[in-house]
């Protein structure tokens, strides 16, 4: 499904100015040189294959991020509300002092749990439904909130939690990187860490469940990246930033870089499904573009001390708690 006709265009241009692209007057209704560019940066932002062609995966993630607050009713169901009004509605509620979770743009138990008594103390119906009178509460009372507690809620749950209890571990990987992922889980259980999901192949919705489900401390991924190799990513939107998922990146992306010669501050915070669904703190790490054959050979034959400094890197966050 390409959506190349002039109306359907400027809806996604429309789209795209609304979340902050800069789409020159003269292509509306064209696909020219910025709308494209546009495309592409939203599609990498978002995990997408970056083609730059108005695909139903791209149309169907720009629909839903282009939500704001008070479009629609929200409420708790499954399958769960997404999108950028979910993430509006968490960050106003994370501002005012009910724990919503982490903005991640995800209608969860915890956002509903917060609404319903976010509700009770504005003397409205405390159903968990966030309609008309819940908005207009939300935007009466929102001068007084200036900022979220939930990044800082993440590094104190972090700081808190005891060090003399076995953490546990989610890997999953792309088939090409097989032999890497099995010398990283087993530098994982040499130090003392537990593995009980592991993945090779399989859907990111479907793992994030899983992984949600099993009480991990972490979940790494390893994939091929659609450029250069030997980056690391972890979850961060325009509202919210994994302050822990953020220090495990940076510093596994400081040892990888000795490995694969990459950028050691290239570590880049992005809304890839695995990232956005999963709750714990995540990592995505892009080794190699899987159609460079040189680079793949290149990094099967270095996977021991690839697994090491992948290992050296989720310690070197954990010791320094």
């Known amino acids: 499904m390409n959506r190349t006709t002039d109306s359907s265009l400027a809806d996604v241009q429309e789209r795209l100015m ?26 990498e932002i978002h995990g997408l294959t970056p083609t730059g062609k108005l695909d139903t995966q791209t149309w169907n993630e720009l629909t839903t991020s282009s939500y704001k607050l008070g479009d629609r009713l929200l409420y708790e169901r499954q399958p769960l509300f997404r999108g950028e009004d979910v993430a509006e509605l968490q960050h106003h509620l994370n501002a005012l002092g009910f724990d919503a979770g982490r903005e991640d743009g995800f209608f969860r138990a915890e956002t509903a749990q917060a609404l319903r008594e976010f509700q009770r103390n504005m003397g409205i119906s405390s159903d968990g439904i966030c309609g008309p009178n819940t908005v207009l509460a939300l935007k009466r009372v929102n001068t007084f909130a200036s900022s979220s507690a939930t990044n800082l809620r993440e590094q104190v749950q972090w700081q808190l939690r005891d060090n003399s209890k076995v953490y546990r571990a989610g890997v999953c990987l792309d088939p090409t990187f097989t032999v890497i992922g099995d010398r990283l889980i087993k530098e994982l259980f040499e130090r003392g860490m537990k593995v009980p999901l592991y993945y090779e192949g399989g859907d990111e919705s479907e793992i994030a469940a899983e992984a949600n489900s099993s009480n991990l401390d972490f979940l790494f991924s390893l994939k091929p990246s659609f450029g250069a190799g030997g980056r690391c990513i972890f979850f961060s939107n325009n509202r919210y930033r994994s302050m822990v998922g953020a220090a495990l990146a940076g510093s596994i992306q400081h040892e990888l870089s000795k490995i694969v010669k990459s950028d050691p501050d290239d570590a880049v915070g992005r809304m890839y499904p695995l990232l956005r669904e999963s709750k714990m703190p995540s990592v995505i790490i892009e080794l190699c573009d899987t159609s460079d054959i040189t680079m793949v050979q290149l990094v099967r034959e270095r996977s021991t001390q690839i697994a090491q400094a992948v290992a050296d890197g989720i310690y070197s966050v954990i010791e320094s708690k």
């Open 18 to 43: 609304q979340l902050g692209y800069d789409i020159p007057i003269i292509e509306l209704g064209n696909l020219g040189t910025e709308t494209t560019k546009a495309i592409v940066s939203y599609q």
